[in-house]
Structures are given as structure tokens and as C-alpha cells.
T-cell receptor, first 119, second 115 residues
């Protein structure tokens, strides 16, 4: 069965420190991969996406993520965290080209990682 | 401004009292979907619609209904709400065709409490 795992429920980092949020997926083929951010009281906003090609993708707000097929991972990184980055982050997968269930446009979400930023 | 809107944003109701949560998008998207978000469970899809008059069940459709009479609107209906439907609900939309279908735009959410 398709699944997404975010092992860290809650992470606290100091402002200015680097950040890495982990995401592992279980899928038969190479999926489409996404990171969304949810600020308090807000809906989800797409940070970045991977469909194919270069495995290091750049997103908005200075975030990047790297797709590692051998590790079934798509970790999110930022070199220097700002206080405004405090939010909940969700990794999601969708069936890649040729994958089953593509017609549903269905995204499978991880359970989220809540990021706190210390001054 | 391109957006997905939901109403109401907050709702407290009692068991069994029918309610509707509206969702509207102004981006001419074919695809629309409803999710519920619960602590420790992430987002789970309730229903989705590939286009007008075309709807289908997601992972957790029990207790919910939807309709898609117009392209821009996709209301979520709880005919007889129960306390286990207390949750945060999100509507999302995306264009159809290729990889763009997975770039979903989310509404601000509706927090529903059923007592």
C-alpha cells in the first residue's frame, strides 16, 4: 500500500540554524512528490514539487528538497531558518506517470511535522 | 486573486443537524476535492470530483455527501453529523491534465465541532 512517513512529529530549531525535515514514502514506482506548509489558521500552501529530472528541487521561501530513490526519501531543507518558518509541514505523494490511481489526482499525505523556531 | 474559499470557517453544531460546508474556486479548475485533517492522521481524502457531475469517493466518505453542479462549487454535506466528524476540513482544487493535476490549491479550512 502507498504510504508516506514523516518520522518527526515535532522539531525545534534556533533561528538562523539549518533545517532538515524527513519524509519517506512507500510506492511501487517513482511517485510525484510534494511538500506543503500550513501556517497557523491557514490552508496548505505548496512549497515545492518533484515530478522528474533533477533530483534537487528548489521551492519558495528558500526551501529545497532532494529526491533519493535508493532511500525512498524526499527530505526538505533550509540553510537558515527564520521565525516566520514556524508552521506545520506536510510531505505528500501522488502516483507518478504510469502509476495506478492517477486518474483520481489523489495525494497521500504524511502526518506532518510541526516546526517551532526559537529566537 | 486566485483562491479557494470555504464557508463557514468555524461551525459548532449538534448531533444529527444537517449542515453544508461550501467551497468555491475562481480558477476554472476541473478537479476539486475534500479532505479532513485530524491530529496524528494527516489529511485524508473524503470525496473528489474530476469535473461537473462527476464525483467519487475518497478514503473516508462515510457520513458525507457532495455534489458538483457547477464547475466552481463543490459543497460538502453532512446529513446527520456525529461527534466523530469533528475535524478540520479542507477543500482543494487543481487543473486537469498531466502533472498539473497534482498541484492542488487549498482553501483556508473549516473547523467543525459536533457536540
Amino acid at each position: 500500500a502507498q504510504s508516506v512517513t514523516q518520522p518527526d512529529i515535532h522539531i525545534t530549531v534556533s533561528e538562523g540554524a539549518s533545517l532538515e525535515l524527513r519524509c519517506n514514502y512507500s510506492y511501487g514506482a517513482t511517485p510525484y512528490l510534494f511538500w506543503y506548509v500550513q501556517s497557523p489558521g491557514q490552508g496548505l500552501q505548496l512549497l515545492l514539487k518533484y515530478f522528474s529530472g533533477d533530483t534537487l528541487v528548489q521551492g519558495i521561501k528558500g526551501f529545497e528538497a532532494e529526491f533519493k530513490r535508493s532511500q525512498s526519501s524526499f527530505n526538505l531543507r533550509k540553510p537558515s531558518v527564520h521565525w516566520s518558518d514556524a508552521a506545520e509541514y506536510f510531505c505528500a505523494v501522488g502516483p507518478g506517470s504510469g502509476g495506478a490511481g492517477g486518474a483520481t489526482n489523489k495525494l497521500i499525505f504524511g502526518t506532518g511535522t510541526l516546526l517551532a523556531v526559537q529566537p | 486573486e486566485a483562491q479557494v474559499t470555504q464557508n463557514p470557517r468555524y461551525l459548532i453544531t449538534v448531533t444529527g443537524k444537517k449542515l453544508t460546508v461550501t467551497c468555491s474556486q475562481n480558477m476554472n479548475h476541473e478537479y476539486m476535492s475534500w479532505y479532513r485533517q485530524d491530529p496524528g492522521l494527516g489529511l485524508r481524502q473524503i470525496y473528489y470530483s474530476m469535473n461537473v457531475e462527476v464525483t467519487d469517493k475518497g478514503d473516508v466518505p462515510e457520513g458525507y455527501k457532495v455534489s458538483r453542479k457547477e464547475k466552481r462549487n463543490f459543497p460538502l454535506i453532512l446529513e446527520s453529523p456525529s461527534p466523530n466528524q469533528t475535524s478540520l476540513y479542507f477543500c482543494a482544487s487543481s487543473p486537469s491534465g498531466g502533472v498539473l493535476t497534482y498541484e492542488q490549491y487549498f482553501g483556508p479550512g473549516t473547523r467543525l465541532t459536533v457536540t
